[in-house]
Antibody, heavy 117, light 109 residues
Framework: EVQLLESGGGLVQPGGSLRLSCAAS????????MTWVRQAPGKGLEWVSS????????YYADSVKGRFTISRDNSKNTLYLQMNSLRAEDTAMYYC??????????WGQGTLVTVSS | EIVLTQSPGTLSLSPGERATLSCRAS???????LAWYQQKPGQAPRLLIY???NRATGIPDRFSGSGSGTDFTLTISRLEPEDFAVYYC??????????FGQGTKLELK
């Protein structure tokens, strides 16, 4: 059974940093593109960043480029999102999702990031 | 960047009725890259339809998708109480980057 479990969210001040983790199980993690999607309170879904499987590259939304860094540790089946220079508009639920054939068939339960002083 | 516009913003219907949700793209989208998701309060989105018209595993056959080019539709043939939720369309114009529509809220009339 495929499972994705995010952690690392919390309250952080503007300008601060946070690292999110997504622990994966039930599939060959290294083969799959993995993605972070966020959802601000009461708003829609926004693609944030992806890390290609099988040695693929990294991709970022313009809204986070230069501030966020996606990484993965295939030996630990874990995806990360290092978030620096956080802003109030980064406040959202952050989901990790498995990308397969142009859709996200599996999602984690999300981890909430709140940026506020 | 391709923009997806969903309509209506809110759809008020009763159980047993038919729901038709629209997703219009700002330019032509590959049919293989158009998907639909359902999201209930406090839950992660759930994949319903991929490749425009293919139901994901475990999705009831009252859900169907259609369309091509710039116009896509999600149809729920007979609404069940558990279908009232927010629905999003998604497309990949330059995978793995994607965009989502703003969502249609399907509410109980």
């Amino acid at each position: 059974e495929v499972q994705l479990l995010e952690s690392g969210g919390g309250l952080v001040q503007p300008g601060g940093s946070l690292r999110l983790s997504c622990a994966a199980s039930g599939f060959t993690f290294s083969s799959h593109t993995m993605t972070w999607v966020r959802q601000a309170p009461g708003k829609g879904l926004e693609w944030v960043s992806s890390f290609g499987g099988s040695g693929g590259g990294t991709y970022y939304a313009d809204s986070v480029k230069g501030r966020f860094t996606i990484s993965r540790d295939n030996s630990k089946n874990t995806l990360y999102l290092q978030m620096n220079s956080l802003r109030a508009e980064d406040t959202a639920m952050y989901y990790c999702a498995r990308d397969y054939d142009w859709n996200y068939g599996y999602w984690g339960q999300g981890t909430l990031v709140t940026v506020s002083s | 960047e391709i923009v997806l516009t969903q309509s209506p913003g809110t759809l008020s219907l009763s159980p047993g009725e038919r729901a038709t949700l629209s997703c219009r793209a700002s330019q032509s989208v590959s049919s293989t890259s158009l998907a639909w998701y359902q999201q209930k309060p406090g839950q992660a989105p759930r994949l319903l339809i991929y490749g425009t018209s293919n139901r994901a595993t475990g999705i009831p056959d009252r859900f169907s998708g259609s369309g091509s080019g710039t116009d896509f539709t999600l149809t729920i043939s007979r609404l069940e109480p558990e279908d009232f939720a927010v629905y999003y369309c998604q497309q990949f114009d330059s995978s793995p980057r994607c965009t989502f529509g703003q969502g249609t809220k399907l509410e109980l009339k």
